[in-house]
């Protein structure tokens, strides 16, 4: 049997290119400054419930920055805001995993698994932001809010 030597396929490229870190807007050529910017956009349309604007943007920002726990952040609590409570707790576990010292990607993981009525995960979610809540007074208010629904989930 030959065994040749074939080209590298355009998606095996680019998995190589995130393997080693490199993220789209750096293929872009596009700066931190205008990465803001859509942000600012996109939590003011947030901030103004103007969801599926929103929900657009913070999906364009995921895929510029794959790397970036608040666009993840932005981006399932937007999904919560449209009651995509399934995509929004994958969503939000991802942002979770970006940023262990944050805990409102879990707290709000936890608002998911309550609507979804699967109260295990929702206990599991708010332990986890309990914790990292506790790590910081900066989080006092996250740490206020995830004992009061871990008084309802238990």
Request: proline share 3%.
């Amino acid at each position: 049997m030959d065994s040749k030597v074939f080209p590298p396929s355009p998606t095996n490229l680019w998995l190589a290119y995130l393997a080693k870190g490199g993220s789209m807007k750096e293929l872009r050529g596009i700066d931190q400054a205008q990465l803001d910017v859509m942000y600012a956009i996109a939590y003011g349309r947030y901030n103004s419930a103007l969801y599926n604007d929103s929900l657009l943007i913070f999906k364009h920002l995921c895929l510029l920055d794959h790397i970036n726990a608040k666009y993840f952040l932005g981006l399932g609590v937007t999904q919560v805001a449209l009651h995509q409570y399934a995509q929004a707790a994958a969503t939000l576990n991802h942002a979770e995993k970006l940023n262990n010292k944050d805990p409102r990607a879990s707290l709000a993981m936890a608002g998911c698994f309550v609507e979804m009525r699967k109260l295990p995960l929702a206990k599991q979610a708010l332990k986890t932001a309990i914790k990292r809540a506790k790590q910081s007074k900066k989080w006092e208010q996250e740490l206020i809010k995830a004992k009061q629904l871990m008084v309802y989930v238990n």
